[in-house]
Every structure is written in structure tokens, then in C-alpha cells.
């Protein structure tokens, strides 16, 4: 079965820190990338996806991610965090037979002003 | 577009009573599916309906849960008799298809006492 991880469980960064939280998957065929945002008290929403293409995709409020195959990766960054940054961030992917989403634990991201 | 809508957004029940939680999900898309976060378990596929027929319940944790799907604009998830472990948030999501990005509803906070 499908499985992804990340690394960190929580993360605390001060204002215009850099960030990157890990992401590694388990499927080695074709997959569909995904990371999702929640903010407090707030649904899941889209920041970016990878289908195909150039594996550097940009996402909303200056985030990108870095799908590297050869890796199982999927990496999100912001080069300089804002206070309202701070939220829980999952990965998620699609493919390797399972029908939905497969997520993330998620990480935890606390951004200090 | 309303995005997807859920209803009840919380919900406090006893347990061994009966449980309805709806969903609308976004007009034009074929796939829908439930998932459920707990801290325990983070975000985890319950159904997946695609043209309203259920394609995958390997999810559903035992037979108190059950899903419907009577037509392109409602799905319920019911939970009977609830048990104080069914406490969770309780998430909708829709799509074009099984592969495309999914978009959530706000959730169904589930407390049972």
C-alpha cells in the first residue's frame, strides 16, 4: 500500500526564516503530488500539485515544491515565512492503485513574529 | 461556486446514538469522498464514490458506518449506534475524477460522549 512521510512532526521558525518541510513517498510508478494547507480551525485547502512536467511547481503565497523521482520526494519551500504561515501542512499523493488520497501525518508549523 | 458544503459543522451526541453527517460536493464533479482526521491516525480515506456508486469502502472501520449516495448533489455518512472512539473530524471532498485535485469541505467535528 501507498505510504508517505514526513519528517517533521512540528516546526517553529521565526519571521522571514527559510523553510522546507520533507515529504517522501513509497510508490514507485506513476503518482499525482499534492500539499495541502490547514489553517486554524479552517478546511483543507490546495497550495500546490504536481502532475507532470517541470518537477519545480509553484503554488500559492510563494510556495514551490521539488518533485525529484529518484528520491520519492516531494519537498515544500518558502524562501522567507510570514506570521501567517503558521498552520499544519500536509502531503498527499495519488496513485499506486489506491483510490483516494494518501496523506502525510503532517507538520505542524509555527512561525514566531 | 459555494465549494464543498458540509453540515452539521459540529456535532455532540451520546453514545449508541445515531449519527447523520451530509455533504454537498461541488457541482460538476463525479468523484466524492470521506475522510476522517484524528490525532491518532492523521487524514484517512473512509469511501470514494465515483457517479455516485461506492467504488471503494475498504476504509470504513466496521459495519456502524455506512455511506450513501442517492444522487450527484448529497452524500451522507451515518454512524450507528456512535461510540466514544468515532470522535473525530469527519471531512467531504469532491473532484473531476479519481486523479484530480480534490477539494474539501470545512468538516464535521464529531464528538461523542
Known amino acids: 500500500a501507498q505510504s508517505v512521510s514526513q519528517h517533521n512532526h512540528h516546526v517553529i521558525l521565526s519571521e522571514a526564516a527559510s523553510l522546507e518541510l520533507g515529504c517522501n513517498y513509497s510508490y514507485g510508478g506513476t503518482v499525482n503530488l499534492f500539499w495541502y494547507v490547514q489553517y486554524p480551525g479552517q478546511h483543507l485547502q490546495l497550495l500546490l500539485k504536481?502532475?507532470?512536467?517541470?518537477?519545480l511547481v509553484k503554488g500559492i503565497k510563494g510556495f514551490e515544491a521539488e518533485f525529484i523521482k529518484s528520491k520519492f520526494s516531494f519537498n515544500l519551500r518558502k524562501p522567507s515565512v510570514q506570521w501567517s504561515d503558521t498552520a499544519e501542512y500536509f502531503c498527499a499523493v495519488n496513485g499506486g492503485g489506491a483510490d483516494g488520497l494518501t496523506f502525510g501525518k503532517g507538520t505542524h508549523l509555527i512561525i514566531q513574529p | 461556486d459555494a465549494g464543498v458544503i458540509q453540515s452539521p459543522r459540529h456535532e455532540v451526541t451520546e453514545m449508541g446514538q445515531e449519527v447523520t453527517l451530509r455533504c454537498k460536493p461541488i457541482s460538476g464533479h463525479n468523484s466524492l469522498f470521506w475522510y476522517r482526521q484524528t490525532m491518532m491516525r492523521g487524514l484517512e480515506l473512509l469511501i470514494y464514490f465515483n457517479n455516485n456508486v461506492p467504488i471503494d469502502d475498504s476504509g470504513m472501520p466496521e459495519d456502524r458506518f455506512s455511506a450513501k449516495m442517492p444522487n450527484a448533489s448529497f452524500s451522507t455518512l451515518k454512524i450507528q449506534p456512535s461510540e466514544p472512539r468515532d470522535s473525530a473530524v469527519y471531512f467531504c471532498?469532491?473532484?473531476?475524477?479519481?486523479?484530480?485535485?480534490?477539494?474539501f469541505g470545512p468538516g464535521t467535528r464529531l464528538t461523542v460522549l
Open positions: 504536481y502532475f507532470s512536467g517541470d518537477p
Open positions: 471532498a469532491s473532484s473531476y475524477d479519481r486523479t484530480d485535485t480534490q477539494y
